[in-house]
Structure formats: C-alpha cells, structure tokens
C-alpha cells in the first residue's frame, strides 16, 4: 500500500494570484503608459477584476467558454488575465497582427463568445466580425482610439459593463488546476495556427518558476516592464509573475514606437523588461538619451542574440541581453542563461557570449536532442539533434481543428522543430531551425550563425539568410541585409567582412539589401515572405 502525505489538498489555480496579489501586495501600482500614464493599485484592480466576472455571468457566459481579447498590454489587459480565468472561463489573446483569414480561423476555432477589444485595434476587429461564427457581443475598452463607435446592439463599453456589477465574491470557483484558464495559437507561419490550451496549474507553476534565482530572479523589489505583448504566450507569463511576487507592473498600452518604450523605462526604473530581439534592435538609436540605469536583467527571446546588438546595450546602459528560449507551446520559457560556477572566470566578450546563448533549462522542464535514429545524443556541446522538451508547463497536444500529433513523441516529448546542442553543464545552443538550415553541397549551413557573423559588422541593423535552390550545389544561401542607417555598404562589403569569419563556402553569393526585412505578427523575422520574395531566384555572380 503506498503511502499517502499529509498535505492540504489546494489547487494551484488563477484565483490565488488575485488573492495574493490584493491581500500581500495591495499597495503595490499597475501603470499604463500612454499619452499620459495611468497609475492603480492592485487594491484598484481586483474590485474590477470581481466585476468584470460578474458581469461575465450576466451577459450569459457559460464556464468554459472562450473569451477573446484584442488588447494592448493594459491595466485593462491585466484584468481580463484574472477575471476571465477566475469566473471559470478560458482567457483567449488573440493577436491583431496576423492576416485577416488567421484571425478569423483563430475566433471560429476557439468559438469564442464574447470579444474585449481596444477602441485602437477596432478598425481591425470590427470589418471581420461578420466572419466569426459564435461572437455575440463586442466589449470596446476606449484607450483613445478615434474610430466611432458602430451602431450596433452587439457593441458594449467596457467600463459601463463592470459600472453595472457590484464588488462581491466570485461565484464561480475553479477547483481543479487542471481546468482550462487560457488559449494562445501559434503563429501558424506553415499553415493554420495550432491552440495551445494552458491549465491554472500550468500558468501559476510558470509564474513561480520565473521567480528563481537562476531564471529571472523576479521579486517584490522589482518594477517589472514586459514590452512581449500580452497576445503573445501570455506576455512570457510577465504579468501573473509580478503577482506572486508584488513587483510593479508597468505596461506600454499603445504607446510602443522605440522611442515611448525606453522613455517608459526610464521614468518609471524599470529593473527587468522583455522583448524579442527586432524591439532591442528598433531601441538602440534612444538609448543614451535616457537613464536606463534602474536595468539589471533585459531578457530577449524570440530566436537568437546577435552579440553585436548585446554589445551595443552593455556599452549604453551596462548591461548585455540576457538569452531565453521556448514556444507557444512551452508557457513559454524552458530555458534561460546565466553564468554558473564554471564560468565564474569569464569575462568581456566570452560572458556576454554565454548570456547570449538560450543556457540551461529552467526548474520543471527536460530537454534532449534526438538523432535521425531516434537516439539522445550526447552532452558534449557538439552533437547537433532535434529539440525536444517535456516537463509540466509543456502542451501534451493541441486544442482546435488540428491535433498536430507529428508534433509529440510516443513517450510524450514536444518535437520542436529546432536542431541543437547540448552540452556537458547542460546549456543549450540553437542550432537553426529545421526548415532553415540550408544544405550545401551536402553540407548543412546554420542560418542562425551566418546571421550573427553578418550583423557583427557595424554596418549592418538586420540580417536573415534563407535557402534557395541551386542547381548545383543544391541550396545556396541568399543574406538579406539592412544597413544601419546613414552606412554605406555594398554586397562585397559583407562578403568581404565574412572571409574571416565563417567558411569560405559558407559566404553568400548573393546578398540582398533591403530597407526592411518582413517580420511576423510576433515581430520575428518572415523567412517565409523571403522564401516568397525569392523562389526562381538566380544567384548574383561571385565578384572573388
């Protein structure tokens, strides 16, 4: 017979954040940026959060319904993260980025029933609305937008709709962790989105792992800035790990050109904020205008730290990006870098290296890479594989039209479609992904690596390399390179600069320079649209 603990029996469920955060942290402020900022408290926030429940159950939300959202990252925002989830319902993010067919795929599959959207993102939402199925009412949060107010029976405010409930206890009371709390969709970039449905125990474990020490070290002390959108894999899970810990919250709202964002930081001492590299990249230029010296982590996912533009932030404000990795799939984080014992004597360019790179993997979460064979290979740092991940923030399966079975192992590992290392301390190095390596005359050419040798050059904002047919070699890079602004550069200049860097067969003979390179509705680069942009292509002549 085995042997039970004598444990209380509690959920980890959405409903604790909010009691903690109002009870332990009530003093502690949400601020909205925008054309002037807006400052509450979370003794503010959970009344509306109560209300909003309420006013869920009134507009005939049945529990487990999906909730859409079109919203900035917003106090507003903040409260949907809480409200939907705590009444019983499914918070669904939906990013207004993505092409009109995406976004009405996304509603229909999720059926959601009722839409929050910001008065700003109306004129996208609002033309599509005959596109989806189950949406009975559209709740507009006016955050200044100027496009009138449709005359519509469907069409509710926002603050009217919490301005006709009273502040009393949630009804619903959401005692499995496993219950659905929210739905994000993938960014479908192959073909439609997949769902990834996360449970309360998936977000609240999430949240307190991106408390630790060794990932990102989040406490009551800290004023906590997530520029990731709150569309986007739950802001990284920013918002609900500023509630276990009591730190400020500061949120962009619309205000998210390069330059609102760092006066953002600045004003508000900002100790950690997030982004996927393109946003560090937009900010460089404002940086020395401002005092960024409150900053102690900058974390940077969404693909790989180019260490030219981590140099650039260590020189402005005295600090380099700090790398994570993970997926849609994957809550997000799985991995983060640190320096740990043996590099303790590291310094300069080797560290900044290192926190450059995806490093270990976080608390309640594995990863191995897999061989062709199906064998794990080694950890010696040298022995490339498919990334595969498992652990209790990681999706079991897909919710929606498409189960994406392909994407599981049979004893339940996520296939990540990414090729990498791992190695004898356990830190992890992206290789590429797999349908970006580009083989060459038999030989594999990492995409990632050829564009972080090409965006080594001072001269060079953005680089991306794609594969496209060759007849003779079989494939054959093509670098698409944006110059930094005011530099002259030609394509032998970037191939001139590569010769010491990368093998000689690895230098692109054609290079492309452009005045922006696509990026995706989650501000990665496109390599699809460049796929687009290029197939047929014939490659410029070598001028060696």
Request: aromatic content about 6%.
């Amino acid at each position: 017979m085995t042997m039970r603990g004598l444990m209380q029996d509690r959920p980890l469920t959405v409903p604790t954040l909010l009691s903690r955060a109002e009870t332990s942290f009530g003093h502690k402020r949400v601020i909205t940026g925008g054309t002037s900022d807006t400052v509450a408290t979370w003794a503010d926030v959970a009344p509306r959060v109560r209300r909003l429940a309420h006013a869920l159950d009134a507009l005939g939300v049945p529990p487990g319904a999906c909730v859409g959202t079109f919203a900035w990252n917003s106090q507003r925002h903040v409260e949907l993260y809480l409200g939907i989830p705590s009444s019983g319902r499914v918070l669904h993010t939906v990013n207004h980025r993505l092409h009109g067919e995406q976004i009405t795929f996304i509603v229909n599959d999720a059926a959601d029933e009722v839409l929050f959207v910001d008065r700003t993102i109306l004129p996208v939402v609002w033309p599509l609305v005959a596109s989806f199925g189950s949406v009975r009412h559209v709740v507009v949060m006016d955050d200044g937008g100027d496009m009138p107010i449709p005359d519509d029976p469907r069409i509710l405010d926002y603050e009217e709709l919490l301005g006709d409930q009273t502040d009393r206890p949630i009804a619903t009371d959401v005692r499995d962790e496993n219950t659905a709390a929210s739905l994000c969709y993938t960014s479908g970039t192959t073909g439609n989105p997949k769902g990834v449905l996360y449970s309360h125990r998936s977000v609240v474990l999430h949240s307190l792992l991106l408390l630790g020490a060794d990932v990102f070290a989040l406490s009551e002390q800290d004023v906590v800035a997530p520029i990731v959108p709150m569309f986007h894999v739950n802001a990284w899970g920013l918002p609900y790990a500023a509630m276990q810990c009591g730190a400020d919250l500061v949120l962009p709202g619309p205000a998210t050109s390069a330059e609102e964002l760092v006066s953002l930081l600045a004003r508000h001492r900002v100790t950690f904020t997030a982004a996927v590299a393109t946003v560090w990249r937009d900010m460089v230029p404002s940086l020395r205008g401002h005092d960024l010296s409150s900053m102690r982590h900058i974390a940077c996912g969404g693909g790989a730290v180019d260490d030219a533009l981590s140099r650039r932030y260590e020189e402005a404000i005295g600090i380099p990006l700090t790398n994570a990795w993970g997926m849609t799939e994957t809550s997000p984080v799985v991995t983060t870098s640190r320096l740990g014992t043996q590099h303790r004597d590291l310094a300069g360019e080797a560290r900044r290296l290192l926190l450059g790179s995806p490093g270990p993997a976080v608390p309640l979460t594995e990863i191995r890479v897999v061989s062709d064979d199906g064998a794990e290979q080694p950890r010696d740092g040298t022995s490339p594989g498919e990334l595969q991940v498992a652990g209790a923030t990681i999706a079991s399966g897909y919710f929606g039209a498409d189960p994406g079975t392909d994407s599981f192992t049979a004893d339940g590992w996520l296939r990540t479609g990414d090729v990498a290392t791992i190695d004898q301390w356990g830190y992890l190095r992206i290789v590429d992904r797999t349908k970006d390596l580009v083989k060459s005359g038999g030989e594999w050419i990492s995409s990632v690596q050829l564009e972080n040798a090409i965006m080594a050059d001072p001269r060079v904002k953005e680089a991306a390399v794609i594969g496209i047919v060759d007849p003779r070699w079989g494939e054959r890079p093509v670098a698409c390179v944006v110059p930094t602004a005011g530099a002259t550069l030609t394509p032998e200049d970037v191939r001139e600069h590569l010769r010491d860097r990368v093998a000689s067969w690895w230098i692109p003979e054609r290079i492309e320079l452009m005045s922006e390179i696509p990026k995706t509705a989650t501000g990665k680069w496109s390599k699809q649209a460049l796929r687009q942009q290029f197939v047929g292509a014939q490659p410029e002549p070598s001028r060696e």
